[in-house]
Structure formats: C-alpha cells, structure tokens
C-alpha cells in the first residue's frame, strides 16, 4: 500500500515554479523516494529519484529534508506540457505502490 | 534505445470473453512489471517477472489471470473470462535488474473495455 500521502490537486502559471510535495512520515532507513509523473492517456514517466541528499537532473530537482518525512518535487519552470499527475513512492527497491498522486495543472 | 513495447493499443470485448495484452521491455532488461490501473487510481502491481521467473503474483487474481514471460524477454497477460471490473488500463513496465532502488520504465499501456 501507498506510504505517501500528497494533496490531490495544485495549479501552476505557465512559467513559475512548480513545487510538489509529499509526505513519507514512516520512511524507513533504507527506502529511497522517487518521483514519477503521467501524462494523459500515456504510460508513467521517471522524472528523480533519491535517498538522502538533495537531488538535480535535466528535469527538476529534489528536496529531501533532513528527517526525510518529506520532500518536495520542484518543476523550475513550468509549462503546460508539464500538466500531469506526479506520483511520489517511497520504495527499499523494486516494489512501487502508487497512490493517487497529485494532478498538476498548469495555467497559461 | 527503443522503450517498452505494448499491443495493442486499445481492445474491447463482452464480459467473459478472453482477452491477452502483449509486451515487449527494452533490451537487456532482467525484470518485467505488470500493472493494472483503474481511472482515477494510480497504477497497482498485477506480477513481476525476473528473467522467466515469477518474483511476486501475489496481486494476480489467478482464477482468471495468467502471465508468462517465456525466455526471459517478451510477456503476455491474460484474461479469462473477462469481468466488467477489469476495465482498466495495463501497463507493462521493465528494469535492468530489478535490484535495489531500480527505476522502472513503462510501456503506453493497453485500454481494455469490458462491456
């Protein structure tokens, strides 16, 4: 079962930064926090994933804090192709339990 | 790098007919996820696969689902008979080793329709 818990809807201008959080408050030592996002009609896409640290690729960046009971998906620049539910799971490894994530919209 | 492959698309049927989805993971990768998804919920595991070998089915309602994944590359599931709560989409999803922290790539997925 989900371990998360993220609010079920957000809105976001074109432009702006979007920031997604999630809450994981029985993370255990070993489960790392990744994010996915899904996009009408289409199959679920990888955005991040990590552990501890604070982490960055070409898509957006992730802020774990330092209890690691939440964490935050930031967009730094969103655009309307970017309006998609994003899903935070909390994972030991292999076995990924998606909630309902949060639909994000974003607003021209 | 092609991305996982599913067929087909798109597939309606009457209720207790049978039904099989068709999925093909990238290259090289040992571990195959089926999901189903019901609207408006987020994907649930139907079964993983490592290589041919079947991980966890313990999501599988196996009085009327079955998968196999012969030669550790391609996968079918199947649905016999189908029931009007099966409607759903079905997605496949594949990693390199299905090990620890292993991030998973999915397929479009099959919308099946049971009417």
């Known amino acids: 079962d989900a371990k998360t818990t993220q609010p079920p809807s957000m809105d976001c201008a074109e432009g702006r930064a979007a920031n997604l959080p999630c809450n994981h408050s029985?993370?255990?030592?070993?489960?790392?926090v990744y994010w996915y996002r899904q996009i009408h009609s289409q199959g679920p896409q990888y955005i991040i994933h990590?552990?501890?640290n604070n982490e960055t690729n070409e898509m957006a960046s992730l802020i774990i804090t330092e209890d690691r009971k939440s964490s935050t998906l930031i967009l730094p620049h969103a655009t309307l192709r970017d309006t998609a539910v994003y899903y935070c799971?909390?994972?030991?490894?292999?076995?990924?339990?998606f909630g309902t994530g949060t639909s994000l919209t974003v607003i021209p | 790098e092609a991305g996982v492959a599913q067929s087909p698309r798109y597939k309606i049927i009457e209720k207790r007919q049978s039904v099989a989805f068709w999925c093909n993971p990238i290259?090289?990768?040992?571990?195959l996820y089926w999901y189903q998804q019901i609207l408006g919920q987020g994907p649930k595991l139907l079964i993983q696969?490592?290589?041919?070998?079947?991980?966890?089915d313990s999501q599988l309602p196996k009085d009327r689902f079955s998968a196999e994944r012969l030669k550790g590359v391609d996968s079918t599931l199947k649905i016999q008979p189908a029931k009007l709560e099966d409607s759903a989409v079905y997605l496949c999803?594949?990693?390199?080793?299905?090990?620890?922290?292993?991030?998973?790539?999915f397929g479009p997925g099959t919308r099946l329709t049971v009417l």
């Open positions: 290259s090289g990768h040992a571990t």
């Open positions: 999803a594949s990693s390199d080793t299905g090990f620890f922290a292993d991030t998973q790539y």
């Open positions: 799971i909390v994972t030991p490894g292999n076995q990924f339990y």
């Open positions: 990590g552990l501890k």
């Open positions: 696969f490592q290589n041919n070998g079947v991980v966890d």
């Open positions: 029985t993370i255990s030592g070993n489960e790392y």
